[in-house]
């Protein structure tokens, strides 16, 4: 059957060798032009040196390298080695990427490989708008990734500056340290270099560590209190015989569209005059039962167009079955429609919980000095005083979002797969 396969296996033709030169020496002169950084007499210079280089580099490879095994390293040692005599250690290991991937693009090119996921009938334009069009893509993502990216390496500076030293950009590995870090913990603390009651001192002393402890809290109180309301909203909502059920939907999900800041300007008034006798006399507005409110009212949205998602593809015959064979409605709804709804309620849980999380507007009209959070402790230090820390802080919230995001994903996944939506 292999034999088969192989027989009868598309063979793309091969183009002339202009062309399988001219796209890595294309790249090659972009390389050079981007080395001259910006100094006007060295542009053309190194725009053709890079052209140059890169059509020789492709040369080589085709002519007696032959495959992407060999052009790959040959290309990336190369391109190292130059770049490293020519203008220091980091250079030479960003261009030997570079020439890595050029060897292997000229391999690619001239077998006509690039052309093996297109159908045969395409044309040669086709082809070129279909990479063209992927390009843009990958372009828009580099656009929109890059602020968070550039972030990650500047939280190890040695020194205190939210650029790149000289030393990091020759990779010295003292200009790296996890002093930022370490900085998380004793901001704040009166005796940081103490050993007895050091944790004492820091859970309750440390500036960053309290932001920290009132974010999980405030967060988790309301992702409770949203996904909470937000599923039975859902729920509600998915019954035949709920009247009004877009104007309640539009009413539900109007704090997603209606800017937060005048919604936290309402929220203030609001909670200002909401007093609870001999708990609240004063009303509830900076106090953490106002900021648990306030971030669960933006949370429940997310909550409820994602439980209504889960609900679109629920058999109701089941719940009707169930009530057929005498088992009451929360009885029901816990051992019938819960499970099959489950990941969706978490997915909406995990949502209202990164909202509670990133929210700093409704937390700068809500909660005084005592009830910090992370987003507002971030706020003020780029205010008051500006230090890498909000760079380390940056980039353990940036870990989180990427875990928590990636739980969502999957447990979206598992609810197609459970709704029957696609194959197990």
């Not at 052209?51 to 492709?58: C, K």
């Not at 993502?141 to 650029?163: G, H, K, R, T």
């Not at 809290?217 to 949203?226: D, F, N, P, R, S």
């Not at 729920?235 to 919604?263: D, H, N």
Request: proline letters at 6%; charged letters at 10%; glycine letters at 8%.
């Amino acid at each position: 059957m292999s034999t088969v396969a192989q027989q009868y296996r598309y063979t793309p033709p091969r183009p002339p060798m202009s062309f399988n030169l001219a796209w890595p020496a294309g790249f090659g002169g972009l390389v050079g032009f981007l080395t001259a950084q910006g100094q006007f007499a060295l542009m053309l210079p190194y725009l053709i040196a890079g052209a140059v280089i890169a059509a020789a580099l492709a040369f080589v490879s085709i002519k007696f390298l032959k495959t992407r095994k060999l052009a790959g390293p040959f290309g990336g040692l190369l391109f190292f080695a130059l770049g490293w005599a020519v203008f220091g250690f980091s250079y030479g290991l960003l261009v030997g990427i570079v020439g890595f991937i050029l060897a292997r693009m000229s391999i690619w090119l001239s077998t006509g490989d690039y052309r093996l996921n297109q159908p045969p009938y395409v044309t040669s334009n086709e082809v070129l708008w279909f990479y063209t069009f992927r390009t843009i893509c990958g372009l828009i993502f580099l656009f929109l990734i890059a602020p968070i990216i550039v972030v990650i390496p500047l939280s190890f500076n040695q020194e205190p500056y939210f650029s790149f030293t000289a030393g990091m950009l020759a990779l010295d590995s003292d200009a790296f340290s996890l002093r930022w870090y370490a900085d998380i913990f004793r901001n704040g603390m009166a005796a940081p270099d103490a050993i007895a009651g050091w944790w004492s001192d820091m859970w309750n002393n440390a500036q960053w560590i309290r932001s920290v402890r009132n974010s999980f809290y405030v967060g988790i109180m309301a992702t409770l209190l949203a996904t909470s309301i937000g599923t039975l909203a859902a729920i509600g909502l998915s019954r035949s015989e709920m009247p009004f059920k877009k104007p309640i939907m539009a009413l539900l999900i109007s704090p997603m569209i209606v800017p937060l800041v005048i919604i936290a300007s309402g929220m203030f008034f609001a909670f200002s005059d909401f007093r609870i006798p001999y708990f609240y006399e004063k009303g509830i507005a900076k106090s953490y039962l106002g900021l648990i409110i306030g971030h669960a009212v933006l949370g429940t949205p997310y909550v409820i167009i994602t439980v209504t998602a889960t609900l679109v593809g629920f058999d109701q015959s089941l719940t009707r079955a169930a009530a057929n064979m005498g088992a009451s409605p929360i009885r029901t709804f816990f051992k019938v429609q819960m499970p099959l709804i489950l990941p969706g309620v978490i997915s909406g849980a995990l949502f209202a919980f990164i909202t509670s999380f990133d929210e700093v507007v409704l937390t700068l009209q809500l909660a005084d000095v005592s009830q910090r959070t992370i987003p507002r402790q971030m706020f003020s230090g780029i205010r008051e005083q500006i230090s890498p820390t909000i760079l380390a802080v940056a980039t353990i919230l940036v870990i989180i979002s990427i875990a928590l995001l990636t739980v969502v994903e999957l447990l979206r996944r598992r609810s197609e797969r459970m709704r029957g939506l696609s194959p197990a």
